[in-house]
């Protein structure tokens, strides 16, 4: 690949990302409008953003979200490999999930960061998944995956801190049993977690408007720099 074509690929991914983020913040309301409009949004907040004349691009601070890759690496793990490490990376998308809404929760709210990352940071996660997320207005989440999630939690808590027992042949392979049974179930959860996201922040139309975006962005590439 050319190193322009490269460099394209780099600016439309951070666009995107842009559009997305402005989503998550609620700068953008998606509701039942029309694509067009949605996208037409974006434009004006990019015109304002650009026109100020204090904005400067050094105020855009990318952060990478590695969500796709924990959840890449639990499929392995549980398609192929270990039940408990597959846990482990499951987990680890869920605490990175939860964070993630209650930051753009607390946003939404008029909070600022410097109030809330503290809360969020001390918080253990299932706190954050019940008390917290109850305060906050965010939909209940199910007694089952609450279940799923707190016996998940406790097997990688049991995991990255030693707390490890002598067990009998027969304890070890009930044991080994539940660990599969809790990674088979997972993806369930996450499937659950990714739908609260979707309906709040997009309502319900995540890949409807994000393919909108891209086609919308691939129109505009098309179009010869000198045409009128």
């Known amino acids: 690949m050319a190193d322009a ?11 995107e990302s842009l559009f997305c983020a402005c989503v998550r913040d609620g700068d953008i ?13 974006f434009d004006s907040i990019l015109e304002s953003m650009i026109k100020d004349p204090e904005f400067s691009g050094k105020e855009l601070h990318p952060v990478f979200d590695h969500g796709d890759k924990l959840l890449t690496r639990a499929e392995s793990e549980l398609a192929t490999g270990d039940p408990l490490i597959a846990i482990l990376f499951y987990v680890i998308w869920l605490e990175h999930y939860a964070n993630g809404t209650l930051a753009w929760a607390f ?9 809330y990352f503290p809360i969020i940071r001390q918080l253990n996660i299932e706190t954050k998944l019940t008390a917290t997320w109850k305060l906050l207005g ?33 304890e070890a392979d009930r044991q080994k049993s ?35 975006f891209r086609m919308d962005a691939a129109r505009r590439e098309s179009i010869p720099e000198d045409a009128d």
């Open 138 to 170: 965010l939909p209940e989440i199910p007694k089952e995956k609450l279940s799923l999630a707190k016996q998940a939690i406790e097997l990688r808590n049991g995991f990255v801190h030693y707390k490890w027992t002598t067990l009998t042949h027969q």
């Open 178 to 212: 539940r660990e599969r049974r809790i990674a088979a179930e997972m993806p369930t959860l996450v499937s659950h977690m990714q739908g609260i996201e979707n309906e709040l922040l997009w309502a319900g139309r995540e890949e409807e408007v994000i393919n909108a």
């Open 5 to 15: 074509e490269v460099l394209n690929e780099f600016r439309r991914a951070l666009v």
């Open 107 to 115: 946003e939404r709210q008029g909070h600022h960061r410097d109030a």
């Open 29 to 41: 309301e998606i509701a039942n409008r029309p694509a067009h409009d949605i996208i037409a949004d």
